[in-house]
């Protein structure tokens, strides 16, 4: 679950609004007034822009912040690969890299190891995704799993976007932008070429993370629903300036960039941003706050309806990825099959699970989210991928059981579980350590093979075949 407003250090302030244009100084009359690069800063800091869109992206979708910092990032030693690199990482999703299947594929969760120390960035690997961090179009699923802090460094992912799902242990991340605790329950979004590093306050700490080649997260469009509902703006929080300025020899810049580490040294923290005013930051929602929508009266309502946020594509209504929750709601449907339906899917689906167990669960109520269609075998940590086309829906276990339900249509309440699903009209390649990997359920296809005819013809249609 988040954690509670008054257990957060008192020295962490946030800015509330998602796409807003904020301004914030750690020092006061740090920022300049009425101009963003004049001939000398404030307190002789450096103006330095960070583009997320080119100059020229309409304004409503431009997206760019200024610091003013201590000294330059360009102030660095140069870029060399990685020693040693992260073998488990892909931005390039083709056949030297990855392998296509269309078999219905679950995880369950993997332990977070306690030796070697793993950082955030060691600790980082990529089960699946498509296209190229190069050609700046696709996506990439990883998992992390880390055991100590990263000291002495940060990280620069210069291919895309970060969305970060904390499954286990929460994650206190210093950017640029200022500090964000983040606890199991909330995610965060770390934007294209800001740098940040990350410590781990409960210890070993594991979750899920997406990103996205050439596109940002942004608000679905609400339709028929209205002004309000799903995700608010006001419940995005930002960071408030926050900097150091202690001097730090051999500090490590960790570049991805083309799916490949490089490192570059340097004597400073790169955090030593002391004012900054812009659109273009870092953000966190704890998932609690999504007001979700569902069915009053028949029938199962499609998972689209719980998108949190979405990278959308030129094609309208396809996104390169939404992000896609199942929170605690009510179920009222009347005469209906409330698990969801059997289903081939022009999208493929990433499911992943932040807390609950699923097999209790379903036995309370047996409805929506795809964990509601798993008995078992479905773990807070684990995951499962159902790709394009591939058919999907509840096991044997769920299906007979709710079609003997005799109170099908009393409203009973989901709560306890919150499982979420990345999803994409790409179609993902599975790197070939998650398809051999002993966490792989090689047993998944057996949850369905139970399912029997219960077609029962009429009596005069069986004559008729007979004659």
């Given at each position: 679950m988040a954690m509670e407003e008054e257990q957060t250090p008192p020295e962490l302030r946030y800015l509330s609004g998602l796409g807003n244009t904020f301004t914030s100084e750690a020092v006061p009359g740090s920022l300049p007034v009425g101009q963003n690069n004049p001939l000398v800063c404030p307190l002789g800091l450096y103006a330095e822009q960070l583009s997320g869109t080119s100059f020229t992206t309409p304004r409503a979708r431009n997206l760019r912040t200024w610091l003013y910092r201590i000294k330059p990032s360009v102030t660095h030693e140069p870029f060399y690969p990685r020693?040693?690199?992260?073998?488990?990482?892909?931005?390039?999703?083709?056949?030297?890299?990855?392998?296509?299947?269309?078999?219905?594929?679950?995880?369950?969760?993997?332990?977070?190891?306690?030796?070697?120390?793993?950082?955030?960035?060691?600790?980082l690997y990529t089960v699946c995704g498509a296209g190229s961090s190069c050609l700046r179009h696709g996506y990439a699923i990883h998992m992390y799993a880390a055991n100590k802090p990263m000291d002495g460094c940060s990280?620069?992912?210069?291919?895309?976007?970060?969305?970060?799902?904390?499954?286990?242990?929460?994650?206190?991340?210093?950017?640029?932008?200022?500090?964000?605790?983040?606890?199991?329950?909330?995610?965060?979004?770390?934007p294209q070429g800001l740098r940040f590093a990350v410590d781990l306050p409960d210890g070993p700490s594991r979750g899920y993370v997406s990103e996205i080649f050439g596109a940002h997260f942004q608000l679905p469009d609400l339709g028929p629903i209205g002004a309000n509902g799903l995700a608010s703006p006001r419940d995005f929080l930002s960071p408030t300036a926050w900097f150091e300025q202690e001097h730090h020899p051999?500090?490590?810049i960790v570049h991805k960039y083309g799916g490949e580490l490089f490192s570059a040294t340097q004597d400073f923290s790169p955090f030593n941003v002391v004012a900054w005013h812009g659109n273009y930051v870092p953000y966190k929602y704890d998932l609690s706050k999504f007001c979700p929508f569902n069915t009053v009266l028949l029938d199962h309502g499609d998972p689209s309806v719980n998108t949190v946020l979405t990278a959308p594509t030129d094609k309208p209504g396809v996104a390169l990825l939404d992000f896609v929750i199942f929170p605690p709601r009510w179920l009222v449907a009347e005469n209906t099959f409330r698990p969801p339906y059997y289903h081939r899917n022009c999208m493929s689906e990433f499911m992943g699970l932040i807390y609950g167990i699923g097999s209790s669960h379903v036995k309370r109520c047996k409805d929506d989210a795809h964990l509601q269609a798993k008995a078992d075998g479905f773990l807070p940590g684990g995951a499962s991928l159902h790709s394009c086309m591939t058919p999907h829906g509840?096991?044997?276990?769920?299906?007979?059981?709710?079609?003997s339900r005799a109170a099908a249509n009393e409203p009973s309440r989901l709560s306890g579980t919150l499982a979420f699903m990345?999803?994409?009209?790409?179609?993902?390649?599975?790197?070939?350590?998650?398809?051999?990997?002993?966490?792989?359920?090689?047993?998944?296809?057996?949850c369905w093979i139970g399912l029997k005819s219960h077609f029962s013809p009429p009596a005069a249609a069986v004559d008729d075949e007979n004659e």
């Open positions: 020693n040693p690199t992260n073998e488990r990482l892909v931005g390039e999703f083709d056949r030297t890299t990855t392998v296509a299947t269309p078999t219905q594929l679950r995880w369950r969760p993997a332990d977070v190891p306690l030796h070697p120390g793993l950082d955030f960035i060691d600790g990280l620069c992912n210069a291919d895309g976007d970060f969305l970060i799902v904390p499954q286990q242990g929460r994650l206190f991340i210093t950017t640029e932008c200022g500090r964000l605790l983040v606890s199991p329950g909330e995610i965060v979004v770390i051999g500090y490590t509840p096991d044997t276990k769920t299906y007979e059981a709710t079609i990345f999803e994409s009209w790409l179609i993902p390649r599975v790197c070939p350590w998650a398809l051999d990997s002993p966490c792989r359920d090689l047993d998944y296809y057996q």
